[in-house]
């Protein structure tokens, strides 16, 4: 009972702050943390599916996304935390990536 209470509690506090997560020193946009996270969907997708075309022309997908947007590995991660802490704000956003998938899927059919 101690446990459920503890949880609850825990919970509303959090439930309460605007966010949790410290603002990072490099705050990327919305609109540019969408897009990484679209491009990573691509690349990610594009290892399951096609790794031999990653291999053939040495795209590793971590690099390539740190090249493309100018930002490093911490940038990139505290940045995701962030919006990730925004769980609503966060579900739109990979709600419109989504969209962007399908609708270019849709074009190369």
Do not use: W
Not at 5 to 32: H, M, Q, S, W, Y
Not at 53 to 76: H, M, P, V
Not at 78 to 104: C, D, F, G, P, S
């Amino acid at each position: 009972m101690k446990k459920i209470v503890l949880f609850v509690f825990v919970f509303g506090f959090f439930a309460c702050n605007e966010n949790p997560v410290k603002r990072p020193k490099i705050l990327l946009d919305e609109a540019t943390m969408e897009n990484i996270l679209f491009d990573v969907a691509v690349l990610q997708a594009a290892k399951i599916n096609a790794p031999d075309i990653l291999q053939t022309n040495k795209i590793e997908a971590k690099d390539y996304i740190y090249k493309k947007y100018k930002i490093d590995s911490a940038t990139y991660h505290q940045n995701n935390r962030y919006y990730a802490a925004e769980v609503n704000n966060y579900k739109h956003m990979h709600k419109r990536i989504l969209e962007r998938l399908e609708k270019n899927q849709n074009i190369k059919k």
